[in-house]
T-cell receptor, first 112, second 114 residues
Framework: QKEVEQNSGPLSVPEGAIASLNCTYS??????FFWYRQYSGKSPELIMFIYSNGDKEDGRFTAQLNKASQYVSLLIRDSQPSDSATYLC????????????FGTGTQLKVEL | DAMVIQNPRYQVTQFGKPVTLSCSQTLNHNVMYWYQQKSSQAPKLLFHYYDKDFNNEADTPDNFQSRRPNTSFCFLDIRSPGLGDAAMYLC?????????????FGDGTRLSIL
C-alpha cells in the first residue's frame, strides 16, 4: 500500500466550478499535511498546510482534514484556467524527522 | 525576497561525465533537501541535510553525492550520469520541525543526458 495516494486524474471542471482534490494516507500517526501546486515543467509551490481536523480556508482554497478517515482534501472555489496544474499532497510521516512523503499528484484541468 | 535558487535551470551532460548542480537559499533554513522528479511521478527524496548532518535515503544510488559547505549552499554531484538520471532535480529547504514545517522549493534544474 502506498503511503500517500492520490487519483492521478485528469480531473476536469468547468471554469467557475468547485474542484475537489483528494488524498489518503496510510500512517495513522501523521501530523502534518501539505498541498503543493505544480505547473508543467515547473517546481512545486506551497498552497496550503493543515495540522488539525476540520477545515482551513485561504482565499479560494480550503483544506479539509479528517484524521479518523486518514483523508485530506483541497477544495478550489471559482476555479480558473490558471488553476490547471498538478496538485501534490505531502504528508509528514511519524518518525520521518523533517521528511515529507509526496503523492504522485492529481492533474486538474479547468475548462473554459 | 527570501528564496531558494537553483543553478543552472537546464543542464546537458554526456553519459558518464560528472555534473554538479547547485542550490542556494536566503531563508536561513537549517534543513536542505534534494529530490529527483521524473515525468508524472512524485518527487523522490535523495538525501537531506539537517545543519551539517547528512541523511541519505536507503535507495539513493552511490552515484549521487552531496555537499553542504555552509548554511546557504548545497550541491548535488552525479559522478557518472546514466540515461536513467535524466530528470528534474529539485532543491528544497525548511526549518527544523519534525515534518511540521513546509518545504520551499527552488525552480529546479532539468538534467538531460546525451
Amino acid at each position: 500500500q502506498k503511503e500517500v495516494e492520490q487519483n492521478s486524474g485528469p480531473l476536469s471542471v468547468p471554469e467557475g466550478a468547485i474542484a475537489s482534490l483528494n488524498c489518503t494516507y496510510s500512517d495513522r500517526g501523521s501530523q502534518s499535511f501539505f498541498w503543493y501546486r505544480q505547473y508543467s515543467g515547473k517546481s512545486p509551490e506551497l498552497i496550503m498546510f493543515i495540522y488539525s481536523n476540520g477545515d482551513k480556508e485561504d482565499g479560494r482554497f480550503t483544506a479539509q482534514l479528517n484524521k479518523a478517515s486518514q483523508y485530506v482534501s483541497l477544495l478550489i472555489r471559482d476555479s480558473q484556467p490558471s488553476d490547471s496544474a498538478t496538485y501534490l499532497c505531502a504528508v509528514g510521516i511519524t518518525g520521518g524527522g523533517n521528511k515529507l512523503t509526496f503523492g504522485t499528484g492529481t492533474q486538474l484541468k479547468v475548462e473554459l | 525576497d527570501a528564496m531558494v535558487i537553483q543553478n543552472p535551470r537546464y543542464q546537458v551532460t554526456q553519459f558518464g561525465k560528472p555534473v554538479t548542480l547547485s542550490c542556494s537559499q536566503t531563508l536561513n533554513h537549517n534543513v536542505m533537501y534534494w529530490y529527483q522528479q521524473k515525468s508524472s511521478q512524485a518527487p523522490k527524496l535523495l538525501f537531506h541535510y539537517y545543519d551539517k548532518d547528512f541523511n541519505n535515503e536507503a535507495d539513493t544510488p552511490d552515484n549521487f553525492q552531496s555537499r553542504r559547505p555552509n548554511t546557504s549552499f548545497c550541491f548535488l554531484d552525479i559522478r557518472s550520469p546514466g540515461l536513467g538520471d535524466a530528470a528534474m532535480y529539485l532543491c528544497a529547504t525548511s526549518r527544523e520541525g519534525r515534518g511540521k514545517q513546509p518545504q520551499h522549493f527552488g525552480d529546479g534544474t532539468r538534467l538531460s543526458i546525451l
